[in-house]
């Protein structure tokens, strides 16, 4: 069974993880804001660039992709 791009989002809220019995903490918990996730996500991907597991040139789409993913996962 392969698990490339298998994906469970976080519950949004703790009444979104309560109803889902979900013990995983929840979106609204994990960060303040969009603009923190993203910092942090850009964060991320820059480390990774730095140890050579991704590349510089692709950088921009995985930014644009974590932005995708914020708001799929909030709205």
Do not use: C
């Not at 820059?46 to 590349?55: A, C, D, F, N």
């Amino acid at each position: 069974m392969a698990f490339e791009a298998s994906y469970v989002p976080f519950p949004k809220t703790s009444a979104d993880a309560l109803a889902a019995k979900d013990p995983r903490k929840p979106i609204a918990e994990r960060y303040a804001s969009r603009d923190e996730y993203l910092r942090l996500y850009a964060s991320a991907i820059s480390e990774l660039v730095k140890q050579r597991w991704i590349l510089e040139e692709d950088r921009e789409q995985l930014v644009h992709r974590g932005e995708q993913e914020w708001d799929e996962a909030t709205n």
